[in-house]
């Protein structure tokens, strides 16, 4: 069974940092991207960004681009989230997720494209 565990979440107040962990665990497999994803209270699952793994490209939502960085350890095989200057709007359940097959254009983005998910970790940010 493949399992992705997410680590890092808390409290922080607007303004600070945050880093996010994401790493398998049981059955090895080979995705072709991870994928960071946000929930808040009564709203939909957002896409954060994205990474593949060969490249190390990356795509992120316009409204977390030049405030957090998604990056990829082939050896752990981790992928992480670095979060800076958080808002209060920033709060939410934060998932990542592996993508076994090419994503491309606003595939990317769609949550229906990921194949495996983590059970998500919390990050409050306070005013």
């Known amino acids: 069974q493949v399992q992705l565990v997410e680590s890092g979440g808390g409290l922080v107040q607007a303004g600070g940092s945050l880093r996010l962990s994401c790493a398998p665990s049981g059955r090895t497999f080979s995705s072709y991207a991870m994928g960071w994803f946000r929930q808040a209270p009564g709203k939909e699952r957002e896409f954060v960004a994205f990474i593949t793994w060969s490249t190390g490209t990356t795509y992120y939502a316009d409204s977390v681009k030049g405030r957090f960085t998604i990056s990829r350890d082939n050896a752990p095989n981790t992928v992480d989230l670095q979060m800076n200057s958080l808002k209060p709007e920033d709060t939410a359940v934060y998932y990542c997720?592996?993508?076994?097959?090419?994503?491309?254009?606003?595939?990317?983005?769609?949550?229906?494209?990921?194949?495996?998910w983590g059970q998500g970790t919390q990050v409050t940010v306070s005013l």
């Open positions: 997720a592996a993508a076994l097959k090419v994503l491309l254009g606003s595939s990317r983005t769609n949550p229906l494209r990921y194949d495996y």
